[in-house]
């Protein structure tokens, strides 16, 4: 019998999902909220009334991962049409490029809000949705929640809030930097968005103070001329002992962006928290546009900030650039939240096995809800995979019991190697928590299986993907090399083809993808 899947959210995890599920047979839908696909990545305005606004993107955001490692396995982005680092224009049209070549813009469903998820006995779901024609409720075997973690801002309990006369904003409503012309601005954190919008206002501000309790790793897009993550291959992130990849690429980072200074520089080591990707955020700091601090707010104050050093501040607007809270309001609460954790007590801890499925629930996969230093699309590509995996009954999941030991196991790994940070709860390491939700796929690319290739294929052709995949930049392709799900066609070529430097897709992706077209793109 066809499994009926619902899907909720048409962004990056959306459409990666019901491509997989479409293409194991399923009968698929995806209920969208919105009236167009790309989730985050659609950049819209606030509501000029209320203020709200469901995506975060910004106008001048760029992707902190490159566009070789930042492509879903099967369909590689074209240099010859996108840059190596994408802007949210881009990669909208690459996402519209993806749903039109699998076909899956029938599938969606616009304007379709669910409402509620209830699990029925054996295991399905009753779902309630709202659109223009009013609610309806229908009956699935499995239900897919992938509206991701970015929506709902996290904004501290700040003392004297209410005290404050200026401009108070989270960085979510945040769009362009030309409101804050002739302004002192401060803007509170040092993660992704604090850094990009800092930046991007320095140059117009009359002032712009940047607050930071514990510092950051800052890394430059480019090293030498190619892109960071060039330097972060599958070798040394899974061969060599971890001492050694953190002590070079500390060392690297040094020597490419000098010392950090004085109110910047962590005392966690580089892999021990999420970096922040911006190659001119410390240079503004070193030229005097940016005023970097080392402390916590102590309170509000009616003309700006006292932080907990005694420095007060007088600002005209403060930014919260403070992260998000995950939440899915649509499904019970304690199916994915928590209640205690072993590393953090935090609402963004989750009861998740393998940050995907709870032990409590049956049939509910959350794709997307990951902190990574990496690309998304990929990982939430695997994720679903795996999860279609379980559905076609490809492997089983582990027992209710040793799911949840694998979740405190998880935890203490969290404890044991991370900043204690709510950012870090849902925190991976790519290469390995990829592998390890290929390998009961057996589509891991593993040294053993792909250097076996050499003596069961053209060996030289096989030893260029070996060296490729585990010395070179980690791009996608190698995630669809080999078992289930595997395309070897398009994943040698574009392997080869980003080893090489090409300009363009090569021939051989090219013949690929028509190949792949001709036979419906592997969608029914």
Known sequence: MTL??????????????LKECLAAGFEATIFEAQGHIGGQWQYTDPDPVTGEVHSSIYQGIIFNSCRDT??????PMDPASYSVYTGHKQFVQYLHEYAKFFNLMSHIKFSTRVMKCVQLEGGKWEITSSAEEGAKTGTYDALFACTGHNTTPFIPQFQGVADFKGQFIHSHVYRTPGAFEGKKVAVIGVG????????????????????????????????????????????????LPSAITKWAQTKLCNLVMGELPPELKPKHGILEANATVRSDFVEKI?????????AGIEKFAENGLLLNNGTELDVDVIIACTGYLIEFPYLPEDSYRAKKSLFIDSPNSVNLYELVTPPNYQNLFIIGILELPGP???????????SVGILAKKFNLPTREQMSKSIEQFQQHLAKNYVHSDRHTVTIEPFQYADRLLQPLHANPSFGALFRKIFTSNPFRALSVLNAVYMGIPSSGQFRLLGEGADQEIAVASILRIAKGGKELSKEEKEALRKMREDGASVP
């Open 192 to 239: 992704s968005s604090a850094v990009d919008i800092a930046s991007e206002i320095a140059p117009q501000a009359k002032e712009l103070h940047v607050i930071t309790r514990k510092g950051g790793w800052i890394i430059p897009r480019f090293v030498f001329g190619k892109p960071v993550e060039a330097f972060d291959s599958r070798f040394a992130a899974t061969v």
């Open 70 to 75: 930042s492509s879903f396995s099967d369909f």
């Open 286 to 294: 070193q030229v005097g546009l940016i005023t970097p601090h080392r």
């Open 376 to 386: 998304l699309p990929p990982m939430s590509e695997i994720q679903a995979r795996w």
């Open 4 to 17: 009926k899947v619902l899907i909720v959210g048409a962004g990056v995890s959306g459409l990666a999902t």
